[in-house]
């Protein structure tokens, strides 16, 4: 678990990578770093929001986020970012 909410799995979960046999596992690095994002932002917010966050896309492995046209310099390659939707569609 990256922390009480997230699974590894839907962390490092993409379409595209399973698509194209991409390996998006994340080293202990980005583990790390996947850990302290989600522990800091994600949880607290999640805590805040009541409920449950969909998330889009967290954890990127530079091979996988070339694919899908990201940005050379992405968090998300570090573990350092994470893409959500609210699921309840507050307005």
């Known amino acids: 678990m990256i922390s009480k909410h997230i699974s590894e ?3 490092t979960k993409s379409i595209t990578a399973l698509r194209l046999g991409i390996d998006n596992t994340p080293n202990s ?3 790390n770093n996947m850990v302290l994002l989600a522990e800091k932002v994600f949880e607290p917010l999640r805590e805040w929001v009541g409920g449950a966050i969909k998330i889009n896309s ?3 492995s530079p091979e ?3 694919a899908i046209g990201g940005s ?3 968090q998300h390659c570090k573990g350092q970012a994470i893409d959500i939707d609210d699921i ?4």
Request: hydrophobic share 15%; glycine share 6%; proline share 0%.
């Open 9 to 11: 799995k839907e962390a």
């Open 29 to 31: 690095t980005h583990r």
């Open 58 to 60: 967290f954890y990127r």
């Open 64 to 66: 996988l986020n070339e």
């Open 72 to 74: 050379k310099t992405s």
């Open 88 to 91: 309840y569609g507050h307005k």
